[in-house]
């Protein structure tokens, strides 16, 4: 029997949300169909960063790996989606302590929302920098939200991605984890070989165990 697929990607189109300053999507064609052309052919634009994506450590810091260049394992492998809806401005430990009483394993998903926002919204939820330290101390590669970073929209320092680099993580934000029940699966969110990029677009999918 084939196993339940969870699609948590949102649709990256011309009103996704983004970062203020980021370069938003925006499709064009090259050719179209016609007596004199057998195909359709587009060009597309696009920070990144738009949509279900994978930052790069080179988002965060000069001199290390792009996203052409970072170990593809930490995207694909047993997961666990823990659900903290209305935490507030910041994920804590305590908002995650029920869903670690089996060891974790190396992919956690926090979901966040209620419901995805489909605009920007720049009070999200973000990681507090020590529940980034204390999963990577219990085993856990990579990290995961549905909002738009692991910091808020304010932050300057940036202590949750500095927490990501110190630590060897890495992250995926703006999944959409409206449908998906607290428990294990499958993730597989693989990154586009993009040569110096500062991250990557990825089809983010979860799959039943």
Sequence with gaps: MNKRLWDISPLVAEDAPIFPGDEPYALRW???????C????????????VGAHADAPLHYADGVASAAEVDLQAY???CRVIHAIGCGPLIRI?????????????RVLVR???????????????????TVEWLAA????????DTPSVDPASSKSL??????????LRVLENLVLDEVPEGDYELIALPLKLAG????PVRAVLREL
């Design 112 to 130: 966040c929302c209620a419901r995805a926002d489909t605009v920007w919204n720049p009070d999200f939820t973000a990681y507090a920098p020590e």
């Design 138 to 145: 219990h085993g856990v590669k990579l990290i995961g939200l």
């Design 38 to 49: 057998p195909v359709n052919l587009s060009a597309i634009t696009m920070s990144p960063h």
């Design 197 to 200: 990029a500062c991250a990557s």
């Design 159 to 168: 202590a949750s991605h500095q927490q990501l680099l110190r630590l060897n």
């Design 76 to 78: 694909l492998g047993p």
């Design 30 to 36: 090259t050719a179209r169909l016609s007596p004199d």
């Design 94 to 106: 305590e908002d995650l302590q029920h869903a670690a009483s089996a060891p974790l394993p190396e």
